[in-house]
């Protein structure tokens, strides 16, 4: 569906017709940034915005340069979650069952991605995009930035969020979030696990730039490696994971970059990684 859609913008570029990205794609140093850039909406995900972070995600994957991404937003909001005006009972049931799986495929596109995704708040996230949050690898939010699932204000339970949001959060955080709607700190958020770190917001650039200077500096293809097992050893019980994690950390050291890794440790010098498998 995501190669369709873009087939169909190259087809409206072609006849004329003037296109806005929603979100937009930058590199520097080795660190991607998507950029959510709807504030007339709240930067809500609709389709067409989740459309535009999954193809940004998935299209720039595979640069040998890229080492993480950042999922940054204009303006106050991070994301409003799903654009209600394409819930209405007008649209039909197909079209509302499109809008979350398209969710669904970005959650899933941001989890496969080989390098680690990084959401930046600085203000709202709320419902989808509370979500989006409690799906990146990592978040770095402002403290004043706030967390919410209030869809059941709205007559919709943040159902799907709250797969997320579960299963970064204890239980009871999770339970009062969705049942109550009530939004929570960035400080809130933090001793609940919903994100990483919380800065002032003069300095939330430097710190997210210092994550990922750090990440920048490790083997790609050991990164890569790592977060694949990450996400699949969860599934998993113990035992599972760690005989998984035995065979994974030997194919590790059978590598390029981890035979250079344990040889620079020895000869006590700075590691020069090939990123190569």
């Known amino acids: 569906m995501l190669a369709r859609y873009g087939n169909f913008l190259k087809q409206l570029h ?45 299209e720039n994957q595979h640069d040998s340069e890229l080492r993480c991404i950042v999922l940054a937003a204009k303006g106050r909001v991070f994301s409003a979650g799903h654009n209600l005006k394409e819930l209405t009972a007008e649209r039909g049931s197909e079209h509302h069952k499109q809008v979350f799986h398209k969710c669904s495929e970005l959650i899933s596109a941001i989890h496969s991605a080989p390098v680690p995704v990084i959401a930046k708040v600085d203000g709202l996230a709320a419902a989808a995009g509370c979500q989006l949050v409690a799906s990146c690898d990592m978040a770095v939010c402002s403290d004043s930035s706030t967390f919410s699932t209030p869809g059941a204000s709205f007559g919709i339970f943040c159902s799907t969020p709250g797969i997320a949001v579960v299963r970064a959060v204890p ?107």
């Open 14 to 58: 072609c006849a004329g017709v003037s296109l806005r990205y929603l979100s937009t794609y930058t590199c520097k140093d080795g660190v991607g940034t998507i950029l959510l850039d709807n504030e007339k909406t709240r930067n809500s995900l609709s389709l067409e915005m989740m459309n535009s972070i999954q193809r940004n995600i998935v």
């Open 171 to 277: 239980r009871m955080r999770a339970a009062y979030m969705l049942f109550t709607g009530l939004p929570i700190t960035a400080h809130e958020a933090l001793q609940a696990g919903l994100v990483s770190k919380v800065v002032p917001q003069d300095v939330l650039n430097e710190e997210v730039s210092k994550i990922c200077k750090a990440i920048a500096s490790k083997s790609r293809t050991v990164i890569t490696l790592g977060k694949t097992f990450f996400y699949k050893q969860i599934s998993l019980d113990v035992g599972a994971a760690y005989e998984l994690g035995e065979q994974i950390m030997v194919d590790n050291l059978a590598t390029v970059d981890g035979r250079e890794g344990i040889k620079s440790f020895v000869e006590k010098r700075s590691p020069k990684w090939t990123h190569r498998e």
